[in-house]
């Protein structure tokens, strides 16, 4: 039986800062234009999507919304 080798997990964080040539900045920008990006296209699946398809349940763009 083989040892299991695995990879070591890159850190996402590190990944976002060299994908900016380590402009923290730069990747702080590109994740607040990421959210808007994505809290626009939940307002926009919410308006069309009709209450029988979640049984009454509908997203909330806010995470501590209840």
């Given amino acids: ?3 299991n080798s ?3 997990e ?6 976002i800062i060299a994908w900016h040539d380590g402009d923290h900045r730069a ?3 590109t994740l607040m234009e ?3 990006h994505l809290r626009m296209q939940l307002a926009l699946a ?9 049984r009454g349940w ?3 763009a806010d995470r501590d919304a209840r």
């Fill in 6 to 8: 695995r990879e070591p």
């Fill in 46 to 54: 919410t308006a069309a999507m009709g209450d029988g398809f979640t």
């Fill in 27 to 29: 990747a702080i920008w």
């Fill in 1 to 3: 039986m083989r040892p």
């Fill in 58 to 60: 509908k997203p909330e």
């Fill in 34 to 36: 990421d959210v808007q």
């Fill in 10 to 15: 890159a850190d996402p964080v590190d990944h």
